[in-house]
């Protein structure tokens, strides 16, 4: 399983956007997640899935904007699971802790780590250059990023922005836009690995 913990970054002096955050997150993955996002402590929230797809997701929302310090745990999950995700508890519970402790002080704030820690450094590492490329691209990268991500081809994004085709390819090439749908397969795979190296 992974579990996910999001500690908000300088809480003290900006509003509180655990709530939104939650409620975006229980929209966007719905019956993929294996309990509702849930709020662990003051501006913490934390999510418990069991497919490295929707994790690598989640991971990918939360690092977005630099609004979270995001730790993955993967490991085991006592069952029956409880009715919410701050009642829960197991190896990858532990796993998520020290995982966000390492990321509140990590360049890009994120950190992963597995209850059998065999896969997750390559894995960490992995993510880490996508979260990299992510971290440089800018408000006209996103805005074409997301179109695409959205089901657009190129073209159309293109036409939708009212900027020449030629435009919108030195934009995607600038912001990585290819690299990352192309890497994603690849990087969910990783981060599968480190939950069979925990099961």
Not at 131 to 156: C, M, N, V
């Amino acid at each position: 399983m992974f579990i996910i913990t999001a500690d908000q970054v300088d809480s003290r002096h900006l509003d509180d956007v655990a709530g939104p955050t939650m409620r975006l997150l229980n929209e966007r993955y719905g019956h993929r997640l294996a309990l509702p996002v849930d709020r662990n402590a003051g501006d913490e929230i934390q999510a418990l899935v069991s497919d490295a797809g929707t994790a690598m997701g989640i991971i990918t929302d939360l690092t977005r904007n630099g609004e979270w310090s995001v730790g993955c745990g993967v490991g085991g999950v006592r069952t029956p699971l409880p009715e919410h995700t701050r009642e829960a508890s197991g190896a990858g519970f532990v796993a998520a802790r020290a995982a966000v402790e390492r990321a509140k002080s990590a360049p890009l704030r994120f950190a992963l780590s597995g209850e059998f820690p065999t896969e997750a450094p390559l894995a960490e590492a992995l993510i880490e250059l996508l979260l990299l490329i992510r971290s440089r691209r800018t408000p006209e990268g996103w805005e074409l990023f997301d179109l695409i991500a959205g089901g657009l081809t190129q073209a159309a994004a293109a036409k939708a922005l009212g900027i020449s085709p030629q435009a919108a390819s030195q934009r995607a090439r600038a912001a990585g836009i290819r690299t990352e749908i192309a890497a994603i397969p690849a990087l969910t795979a990783a981060l599968a690995r480190v939950d069979t190296d925990a099961g």
